[in-house]
Each structure stands twice: as C-alpha cells, then as structure tokens.
C-alpha cells in the first residue's frame, strides 16, 4: 500500500472517488455538503493499493486541529487500514505542533477512536443527517 500526504490541489483526484463512494452515494450526504472550503487547507491523506485510492482523511490546522472526513471503501473495511491512517494522522500532527487533536466521530464509529485514545467529549448532534459526537485525543 502506498500513503500519500498532500494539499487538495495534489490530492482530490485521488481523495474524491472515495469520499463520493463513502460518504454521497453509500451514506447519502448531500453533494453540495461534501466539498467545503476546509479542503483547501488541510493536509490530506490517500491511501492506494495496486494504485487504486482506497482510503482517504483530512487533517486541518488550527488552535484545535481536526481530522475529518475519514473513508475506506467499504469492500476494504475491518483490514486495519482505518487504524494504520489514524495512527499517520496523529503523528502528523504532533509533528506539525499539535497538542491535542479533534474530531466529529459517526456515533457507530466512537469504539473504534476510542481504542486509540479519543475521548467523547460532547453531547450527541446531527451532522448531515448522521448522529455523531465530538472526540478529543490529548497529547
């Protein structure tokens, strides 16, 4: 597998397949939700096996950052590689300077940032139509 960071304009070639799969046509945002401005400042994380994008996330500076619209195809589901992106984000980073990071977890999703340290730290709201909750990660 191949992991690539790097701006939008490097990267939404490869990162909007997936997130159009995952997120548009598999979980049903709308289009006009899917792309915002924060694109153009985060780094951006893809993932390709046999050059295929299969995975992709989103860190975006900040007095907070976050990480966001994280997506695996779902036939690449329940591999680890969820797990191993996470895990280069974080060390993104902290090597950028971070010192605690965010992020808005699908409910369904809070036991897998949970097992690497995230922490709900809010109530239940709605995010485009899904139920999520904000997760903390200290330093």
């Given at each position: 597998m191949k992991r690539h960071f790097g701006t939008w304009q490097e990267l939404h070639s490869l990162a909007t397949p997936v997130r159009r799969s995952v997120f548009i046509e598999e979980q049903g945002v709308p289009e006009v939700l899917e792309w915002d401005e924060e694109d153009a400042i985060a780094t951006h994380l893809v993932i390709q096996e046999n050059d295929l994008p299969i995975a992709t996330a989103r860190l975006?500076?900040?007095?907070?950052?976050?990480?966001?619209?994280?997506?695996?195809?779902?036939?690449?589901?329940?591999?680890?590689?969820?797990?191993?992106?996470?895990?280069?984000?974080?060390?993104?980073?902290?090597?950028?300077?971070?010192?605690?990071?965010?992020?808005?977890?699908?409910?369904?999703?809070?036991?897998?940032?949970?097992?690497?340290?995230?922490?709900?730290?809010?109530?239940?709201?709605?995010e485009v139509g899904i139920d999520h909750v904000l997760m903390t990660l200290e330093f």
């Open positions: 975006i500076p900040g007095v907070t950052w976050r990480i966001g619209r994280m997506a695996v195809l779902s036939s690449y589901r329940k591999q680890g590689i969820g797990s191993q992106m996470l895990k280069h984000l974080i060390q993104e980073a902290k090597y950028q300077g971070a010192k605690h990071i965010q992020l808005h977890a699908q409910v369904i999703a809070i036991p897998f940032y949970a097992r690497h340290g995230f922490e709900p730290t809010g109530p239940i709201f709605d």
